[in-house]
């Protein structure tokens, strides 16, 4: 579900027995069909968050050998993938059930994505994209190798994977099996960034300054942009993965320079920001304010594009501490993996703190139903 969340919405997703209590293998749970997966990494965790309560309604633990691991949620609907960035391994938690099944061991260094109810793996260093069957995580289909390096991949909306080439100055799309023709967004070596916007791609390129939209009639839209971009240096700017919208903001690294791209009417605008050098994540956007992930200070910086100005930070760890900060079912998500805090925020920028380490939820050691809309225990 994407687009704005109406006041005082608790969507809850029946899925089967209304007691909670039996065992697992028995039990189904109901989850807030506005929510997300987020780690509790010293806990071994993996946590749902109902997000227009902000509060946790389903927890699991992730299996043994994952413990203490850097772990990485893929989600796409009822698609929920536990990643182990520190050994490859992928496993399948089934929301129903709050269990991990399947577990493979994919590789290390994979990128692992899912989207449009598809599921694909990306071989950066070897240039190998594949199919993958989202449950039982084997492969589908035939594979496709394009030239390595390969930049950070996403998928669009119909469901068909895209990869930045830097190597030929291009973006390649694969999907059932096979590779479409490629589309040229630079020169050979050139820095590319991809974001899906609104479920289209778009591609960053810092060495030359210009942003590339691929509309799905395969249509191109060029835009040039400001020549700070170019001073972003080696790894080129900082860009999300996906946005809600279809404005995507790029944060120049050393430039203080905050560009924000409509892609919709090939429209920009530009922002010189004083802060101070920290390390800081992709910026995410939404409603008109954009976010930015200060992992030195563990804090959202916002940015009021509208009114340009800088709004109070958002406060998610409280100290240095690496933040994984998403858009999903059209709210902000900012996860302190390592931590028991996490943060979500709506579109008017108000936001609810989060407690991972919550027990009374469907999973915990002390399992309670969880009330159903509209009834006495309901939140609001």
């Known amino acids: 579900m994407t687009g704005q969340v109406a006041v005082g919405l608790v969507g809850v997703l029946v899925i089967g027995a209304a007691v909670y209590g039996v065992g697992v293998a028995s039990a189904k749970y109901r989850l807030a069909d506005v929510g997300a997966w987020l780690t509790a990494r010293s806990k071994g965790l993996v946590v749902h968050v109902n997000g227009p309560a902000g509060k946790v309604d389903g927890k699991t633990a992730v299996v043994p050998q994952m413990r203490g691991h850097n772990i990485k949620i893929v989600q796409d609907g009822a698609t929920v993938l536990i990643v182990d960035l520190d050994t490859g391994v992928v496993s399948r938690l089934d929301p129903s059930q709050l269990d991990v099944g399947t577990s493979r061991p994919l590789g290390k260094g994979l990128q692992v994505l899912a989207g449009g109810g598809k599921a694909y793996t990306v071989d950066s260093v070897k240039g190998v994209v594949q199919e993958i069957d989202p449950v039982g995580l084997a492969p589908v289909g035939a594979s496709a190798t394009l030239p390595p390096i390969l930049g950070q991949a996403a998928i669009d909306a119909r469901g068909a994977l895209w990869v930045p080439v830097a190597r030929s100055g291009e973006v390649a799309a694969f999907t059932g099996g096979s590779l479409r023709p490629p589309v040229r967004v630079g020169k050979p070596g050139d820095a590319l960034a991809l974001t899906m916007a609104a479920g289209d791609p778009v591609v ?177």
Do not use: C
């Not at 203080?256 to 390390?279: E, F, N, Q």
């Not at 800081?280 to 992992?295: A, T």
């Open 204 to 380: 960053t390129n810092s060495t030359a300054a210009t942003a590339t939209v691929v509309k799905a009639s395969g249509a191109t839209l060029t835009v040039s942009l400001p020549t700070s971009v170019r001073r972003a240096g080696r790894g080129g700017v900082l860009a999300p993965a996906a946005t809600d919208g279809t404005t995507v903001p790029l944060l120049v690294p050393g430039a203080g320079s905050l560009v924000t791209v409509d892609t919709g009417t090939g429209r920009y605008s530009s922002t010189r920001l004083a802060m101070p050098k920290h390390r800081y994540r992709p910026p995410q956007m939404l409603g008109g304010k954009v976010y930015i992930p200060d992992e030195t200070a563990g804090a959202l910086i916002v940015y009021d594009s509208a009114n340009n100005r800088f709004d109070r930070p958002v406060r998610v760890s409280g100290g240095p501490a690496r933040l994984d900060v998403f858009v999903r079912d059209g709210l902000l998500w900012a996860n302190d993996p390592s931590g028991p805090h996490a943060v979500v925020i709506d579109r008017q920028g108000a936001g609810k703190g989060v407690d991972k380490y919550k027990d009374q939820v469907p999973g915990g050691r002390n399992r309670r139903p969880i009330p159903l809309p509209g009834g006495p225990e309901a939140p609001p």
